[in-house]
C-alpha cells in the first residue's frame, strides 16, 4: 500500500498535487537552458549513488540534473515547484530501491545547487505527509468528502505551515473559485426580492449542486451550511419577521425539510429554535428593564440594581453578560436572525 500512497492522494483530493501527475512547464530561452547546457558539457567527478563510482551511474546523475534544470529550473524557487519533484523521486525509488534515493539527492545537488537543502528538507516532509495518508487510508477514505478535506489541509499545515497553500496553491485556488461562485449565487438570490421562500430555497440547493455536485451539497445540507445561507437572506429574515412564531417555526422547519433533513434531524433544530426563541425574549424583556433602571438610577445604586437584575435573568451566565457590557456589547442588541441565532 505504501508504494501506491501517492496515487491516492489524487483519489482522495480530486486533484494531482504534490505526489500527483503534473504537466512540468518547458523552460523558456533564459539561463536556465545555458546551465543546462554546461551541465550537458561537463564530467561530474564525484557524483555518484553510495557504492556504485562507475561511468554510467555519474552519466545518470548528469542526465537527470539537465532533465530536472530544463523542466523545473525556472521556478524552482516556488515551493509548489519543489514538490513537483517528488514525483520524480519516488519514481526513481520504485525504480531502484537501493540507489534511488541517493541518485536523486545527487541529481538535486547539481542541478539547484542553491535550493537543493530547501528541496531535500521538502521532500523529507512529504515522505511525513505520504506516510500519514498511509496509515489513515481506509479511515480518509470512509469520510465525507468535505470531511476529508479538512482533514488532509489540517495535516498539511501542521507540517508545511505557510507553505501548505503554496504547495497546493492550485487546489485552494479551486476551492475559493468555487467558493466565489456560490457567494455570487447568493447575491442574486438576495437580489430577487419577489422569489417567495420555497422558490428562494430551491434556487439555493440548485446553485449548490450545479457548483459543488449532489455529494458535496447533500454535506452542506447536512452541515447546515445551505441553512446558513438561506436564513442569512435580508429578505428571508425580512419574511419571517412579519408571520407569528407558531407560522415563523413551521416555515423554518418546511425550508429546512426543503434541503433533506430527516425528520429526528428536524426535531432537534425545532427545538433548538425554541430554546433560542425563549433566550431572547428573556433577553429582551432584560434589555427593557436594564433601559428603565438606566434613566431612573445612576452610580453605585444604579450597578447594584444592575447585578441584580443580571442574576435575575440570567443565572450563573450573569458574570459573563457583566463583562460582555463592561465591554461595550450588549447580545441583544444585536439583530435577531430567525433561524441562526
Given at each position: 500500500m505504501r508504494a501506491q500512497s501517492?496515487?491516492?492522494?489524487?483519489?482522495?483530493?480530486?486533484?494531482?498535487?504534490?505526489?500527483?501527475?503534473?504537466?512540468?512547464?518547458?523552460?523558456?530561452?533564459?539561463?536556465?537552458?545555458?546551465?543546462?547546457?554546461?551541465?550537458?558539457?561537463?564530467?561530474?567527478?564525484?557524483?555518484?549513488?553510495?557504492?556504485?563510482?562507475?561511468?554510467?551511474?555519474?552519466?545518470?546523475v548528469l542526465e537527470l540534473a539537465v532533465k530536472y534544470l530544463e523542466t523545473y529550473g525556472e521556478t524552482i524557487h516556488n515551493p509548489s515547484t519543489q514538490?513537483?519533484?517528488?514525483?520524480?523521486?519516488?519514481?526513481?525509488?520504485?525504480?531502484?530501491?537501493?540507489?534511488?534515493a541517493q541518485l536523486f539527492r545527487d541529481a538535486v545537488e547539481t542541478a539547484f545547487p542553491?535550493?537543493?537543502?530547501?528541496?531535500?528538507?521538502l521532500m523529507a516532509n512529504l515522505d511525513r505527509y505520504h506516510e500519514w495518508l498511509d496509515d489513515n487510508e481506509l479511515r480518509?477514505?470512509?469520510?465525507?468528502?468535505?470531511?476529508?478535506?479538512?482533514?488532509?489541509?489540517?495535516?498539511?499545515?501542521?507540517?508545511?505551515?505557510?507553505?501548505?497553500?503554496?504547495?497546493?496553491?492550485?487546489?485552494?485556488?479551486?476551492?475559493?473559485?468555487k467558493s466565489q461562485r456560490?457567494?455570487?449565487?447568493?447575491?442574486?438570490l438576495e437580489e430577487s426580492g419577489e422569489l417567495q421562500l420555497t422558490e428562494?430555497?430551491?434556487?439555493?440547493?440548485?446553485?449548490?449542486?450545479?457548483?459543488?455536485g449532489s455529494d458535496m451539497t447533500r454535506q452542506f445540507a447536512g452541515s447546515g451550511a445551505l441553512g446558513h445561507a438561506l436564513f442569512s437572506l435580508d429578505s428571508v429574515q425580512s419574511h419571517?419577521?412579519?408571520?407569528?412564531?407558531?407560522?415563523?417555526q413551521q416555515t423554518i422547519t418546511d425550508l429546512r425539510?426543503?434541503?433533506?433533513?430527516?425528520?429526528?434531524?428536524?426535531?432537534?433544530?425545532?427545538?433548538?429554535?425554541q430554546i433560542r426563541e425563549e433566550k431572547w425574549q428573556n433577553g429582551n424583556a432584560y434589555m427593557e428593564k436594564r433601559q428603565d433602571l438606566s434613566r431612573r438610577l445612576a452610580g453605585e445604586e444604579l450597578e447594584s440594581e444592575l447585578n441584580r437584575l443580571r442574576e435575575e435573568h440570567f443565572g450563573i451566565a450573569a458574570p459573563t453578560i457583566a463583562r460582555e457590557e463592561e465591554e461595550g456589547f450588549y447580545r441583544f442588541e444585536r439583530p435577531r436572525r430567525y433561524g441562526l441565532n
Amino acid at each position: 500500500m505504501r508504494a501506491q500512497s501517492w496515487i491516492v492522494l489524487a483519489a482522495f483530493t480530486g486533484l494531482t498535487m504534490a505526489g500527483g501527475i503534473y504537466i512540468a512547464q518547458e523552460a523558456g530561452n533564459s539561463d536556465v537552458q545555458k546551465r543546462a547546457q554546461a551541465l550537458e558539457a561537463r564530467q561530474p567527478q564525484a557524483i555518484s549513488p553510495h557504492g556504485d563510482s562507475t561511468r554510467q551511474a555519474r552519466d545518470r546523475v548528469l542526465e537527470l540534473a539537465v532533465k530536472y534544470l530544463e523542466t523545473y529550473g525556472e521556478t524552482i524557487h516556488n515551493p509548489s515547484t519543489q514538490a513537483q519533484l517528488y514525483n520524480e523521486r519516488r519514481a526513481l525509488i520504485d525504480a531502484d530501491p537501493g540507489n534511488g534515493a541517493q541518485l536523486f539527492r545527487d541529481a538535486v545537488e547539481t542541478a539547484f545547487p542553491d535550493t537543493a537543502a530547501q528541496i531535500l528538507t521538502l521532500m523529507a516532509n512529504l515522505d511525513r505527509y505520504h506516510e500519514w495518508l498511509d496509515d489513515n487510508e481506509l479511515r480518509l477514505q470512509a469520510l465525507q468528502p468535505l470531511q476529508r478535506e479538512t482533514e488532509l489541509w489540517q495535516q498539511r499545515e501542521a507540517l508545511f505551515g505557510a507553505l501548505a497553500s503554496q504547495i497546493w496553491g492550485e487546489e485552494a485556488s479551486f476551492l475559493e473559485e468555487k467558493s466565489q461562485r456560490f457567494q455570487q449565487a447568493v447575491s442574486n438570490l438576495e437580489e430577487s426580492g419577489e422569489l417567495q421562500l420555497t422558490e428562494l430555497a430551491h434556487q439555493l440547493h440548485t446553485s449548490a449542486e450545479e457548483i459543488y455536485g449532489s455529494d458535496m451539497t447533500r454535506q452542506f445540507a447536512g452541515s447546515g451550511a445551505l441553512g446558513h445561507a438561506l436564513f442569512s437572506l435580508d429578505s428571508v429574515q425580512s419574511h419571517l419577521q412579519q408571520l407569528p412564531p407558531d407560522q415563523r417555526q413551521q416555515t423554518i422547519t418546511d425550508l429546512r425539510r426543503q434541503f433533506g433533513y430527516p425528520e429526528d434531524a428536524l426535531e432537534r433544530m425545532a427545538k433548538q429554535d425554541q430554546i433560542r426563541e425563549e433566550k431572547w425574549q428573556n433577553g429582551n424583556a432584560y434589555m427593557e428593564k436594564r433601559q428603565d433602571l438606566s434613566r431612573r438610577l445612576a452610580g453605585e445604586e444604579l450597578e447594584s440594581e444592575l447585578n441584580r437584575l443580571r442574576e435575575e435573568h440570567f443565572g450563573i451566565a450573569a458574570p459573563t453578560i457583566a463583562r460582555e457590557e463592561e465591554e461595550g456589547f450588549y447580545r441583544f442588541e444585536r439583530p435577531r436572525r430567525y433561524g441562526l441565532n
